[in-house]
C-alpha cells in the first residue's frame, strides 16, 4: 500500500504493529524503529484534535496546526523503516503461534509479536445547533490548549456534564467574563456558592443554539430567546475510549470501563499495550507522545527478554543440554 507519507509495505509481520496515528502511536513507532524493530502503523488519518487549527502546550509545537505535527512525524518514522499503512483495524485476535493477529478492514491481516493500541477516544457532543459546526475552532474542552486564545473576552461555559461546574471555575483563572448556563444539569447549592465566590455570572435556562456570523461564534441563544454575547464557548463531552480493536482479548478494565495499564502501557494481557487518550481522556498531544514513548521502551526490553530465553535454549539446545540445565560451574 502506498500513498502520501506511506512507505510501501512487503511482508505481512512485525516485532510491533501500532494502531493509531497520533501523536502517541507515531512517538512509540519512532522509538521501536530507532531500536532496529519492525514495525508498521495502521492510520485511519483521523486524529482527534483534526477540528482544530492550532496544538498548543506541546514544547516547539506551541501554535502549530495538528497534521503539520503528524506529517514531520510519518516522515520521521518513514526515515528509520517504519511503515505506515493507511486504514482501520477490525480486530486484534491471539494467534496460534504466538503473538497476534492485526485484521484490517477488508480482509487483509498482519502478524505482530506485540501491538501497541493508540487510537484516542471519541468526543460525543451535545445535540446543541452549532456545537458540532465550530468544534475545534471556537468551540473547545480543554482551557490548557484553548483558553489563553479567549483570554479576558466573554466565555460561556454549557452545563452538560457532571465535570461542566469545575470547567467554569478553572477557566475563570483565563477570563474575568466567565458564564455559566446550567442547560441540563441544574447546580447545587455548593456549586452555585462556589460560582458566586469565584466571579462567575450564572444565567439560567437551556441552550437552543449557537449563534455564528461570518463563520465565527458571536453568541449563545437561550431558549426563551435571550442572547449572550461570547467569543468562545467551552464543554465538556462524554469521552468514550475507541478499544474496541482489544474486545475479546481479555484486557483488565476499571469500574468506568478503561482500559487498565500500568505506567509503561502494558495491559492486563502480555503483548498488548495501550496509550494516549484511549487510557487517559485528560493526555494532551504531548502527554501522549511521551506515553507512546515510554511504553516503547518498556516493550523493547521485553522483547530483548524474549529473545535471549530464545537464544540461550538454542545455545543450550546445540551443547547438547537441557534447555533447564543450570549453568555448569566453570
Same mark, same amino acid.
Not at 437551556?206 to 430567546?225: F, N, Q, Y
Not at 467551552?234 to 481479555?250: E, I, Q, S
Not at 500500568?262 to 495501550?274: C, E, F, K, Q, V
Given at each position: /500500500?502506498?500513498?502520501?507519507?506511506? =512507505?510501501?509495505?512487503?511482508?505481512?509481520?512485525?516485532?510491533?504493529?501500532?494502531?493509531?496515528?497520533?501523536? !502517541?502511536?507515531?512517538?512509540?513507532?519512532?522509538?521501536?524503529?530507532?531500536?532496529?524493530? =519492525?514495525?508498521?502503523?495502521?492510520?485511519? #488519518?483521523?486524529?482527534?484534535?483534526?477540528?482544530?487549527?492550532?496544538?498548543?502546550?506541546?514544547?516547539?509545537?506551541?501554535?502549530?496546526?495538528?497534521?503539520?505535527?503528524?506529517?514531520?512525524?510519518?516522515?520521521?518514522?518513514?526515515?528509520?523503516?517504519?511503515? @505506515?499503512?493507511?486504514?482501520?483495524?477490525?480486530?486484534?485476535?491471539?494467534?496460534? $503461534?504466538?503473538?497476534?493477529?492485526?485484521?484490517?478492514?477488508?480482509?487483509?491481516?498482519?502478524?505482530?509479536?506485540?501491538?501497541?493500541? *493508540? $487510537? #484516542?477516544?471519541?468526543?460525543?457532543?451535545?445535540?446543541?445547533? &452549532?456545537?458540532?459546526?465550530? %468544534?475545534?475552532?471556537?468551540?473547545?474542552?480543554?482551557?490548557?490548549?484553548?483558553?489563553?486564545?479567549?483570554?479576558? @473576552?466573554?466565555?460561556?461555559?454549557?452545563?452538560?456534564?457532571?465535570?461542566?461546574? &469545575?470547567?467554569?471555575?478553572?477557566?475563570?483563572?483565563?477570563?474575568?467574563?466567565?458564564?455559566?448556563?446550567?442547560?441540563?444539569?441544574?447546580? $447545587?447549592?455548593?456549586?452555585?456558592?462556589? /460560582? +458566586?465566590?469565584?466571579?462567575?455570572?450564572?444565567?439560567?435556562?437551556?441552550?437552543?443554539?449557537?449563534?455564528?456570523?461570518?463563520?465565527?461564534?458571536?453568541?449563545?441563544?437561550?431558549?426563551?430567546?435571550? $442572547?449572550?454575547?461570547?467569543?468562545?464557548?467551552?464543554?465538556?463531552?462524554? /469521552?468514550?475510549?475507541? +478499544? !474496541?480493536?482489544?474486545?475479546?482479548?481479555?484486557? *483488565?478494565?476499571?469500574?468506568?470501563? %478503561?482500559?487498565? =495499564?500500568?505506567?509503561? #502501557?502494558?495491559?492486563?494481557?502480555? #503483548?498488548? %499495550?495501550?496509550?494516549?487518550?484511549?487510557?487517559?481522556?485528560?493526555?494532551?498531544?504531548? =502527554?501522549?507522545?511521551? /506515553? &507512546?514513548?515510554?511504553?516503547?521502551?518498556?516493550?523493547?526490553?521485553?522483547?530483548?527478554?524474549?529473545?535471549?530465553?530464545?537464544?540461550?535454549?538454542?545455545?543450550?539446545?546445540?551443547?547438547?543440554?537441557?534447555?533447564?540445565?543450570?549453568?555448569?560451574?566453570?
Amino acid at each position: /500500500m502506498t500513498g502520501a507519507n506511506n =512507505t510501501t509495505h512487503d511482508r505481512t509481520s512485525y516485532d510491533v504493529i501500532v494502531i493509531g496515528g497520533g501523536a !502517541g502511536g507515531l512517538n512509540a513507532a519512532l522509538v521501536l524503529a530507532r531500536a532496529r524493530r =519492525t514495525v508498521a502503523v495502521v492510520d485511519s #488519518g483521523e486524529p482527534r484534535n483534526a477540528p482544530s487549527a492550532h496544538m498548543h502546550s506541546f514544547l516547539s509545537r506551541d501554535g502549530v496546526p495538528p497534521l503539520t505535527v503528524l506529517e514531520a512525524g510519518r516522515a520521521e518514522i518513514a526515515r528509520y523503516g517504519a511503515v @505506515r499503512i493507511e486504514g482501520r483495524v477490525d480486530q486484534v485476535e491471539a494467534a496460534e $503461534t504466538g503473538g497476534y493477529l492485526v485484521r484490517l478492514e477488508g480482509g487483509a491481516s498482519l502478524g505482530a509479536r506485540h501491538v501497541v493500541l *493508540a $487510537t #484516542g477516544l471519541r468526543d460525543e457532543l451535545p445535540e446543541i445547533p &452549532g456545537v458540532r459546526a465550530m %468544534w475545534g475552532e471556537d468551540v473547545h474542552f480543554c482551557p490548557y490548549c484553548h483558553g489563553y486564545e479567549v483570554r479576558d @473576552r466573554p466565555i460561556v461555559v454549557l452545563g452538560v456534564h457532571p465535570a461542566s461546574p &469545575g470547567q467554569a471555575l478553572l477557566l475563570r483563572q483565563w477570563s474575568p467574563h466567565v458564564v455559566y448556563v446550567p442547560h441540563s444539569r441544574p447546580l $447545587t447549592d455548593e456549586e452555585r456558592e462556589r /460560582m +458566586d465566590a469565584r466571579g462567575v455570572e450564572v444565567v439560567e435556562g437551556p441552550v437552543s443554539t449557537l449563534l455564528s456570523k461570518d463563520g465565527r461564534l458571536h453568541a449563545v441563544e437561550l431558549a426563551d430567546g435571550a $442572547t449572550i454575547d461570547c467569543a468562545g464557548v467551552f464543554l465538556f463531552p462524554r /469521552m468514550t475510549p475507541n +478499544d !474496541g480493536a482489544f474486545d475479546g482479548l481479555g484486557c *483488565a478494565k476499571d469500574e468506568q470501563g %478503561w482500559l487498565v =495499564t500500568d505506567r509503561a #502501557g502494558r495491559t492486563s494481557r502480555p #503483548g498488548l %499495550w495501550a496509550v494516549g487518550n484511549v487510557v487517559d481522556s485528560r493526555a494532551q498531544a504531548v =502527554t501522549a507522545a511521551g /506515553m &507512546g514513548a515510554a511504553a516503547a521502551f518498556a516493550l523493547n526490553h521485553d522483547l530483548v527478554d524474549e529473545e535471549i530465553e530464545r537464544d540461550l535454549a538454542a545455545h543450550r539446545a546445540a551443547a547438547g543440554r537441557s534447555p533447564e540445565a543450570p549453568v555448569p560451574a566453570s
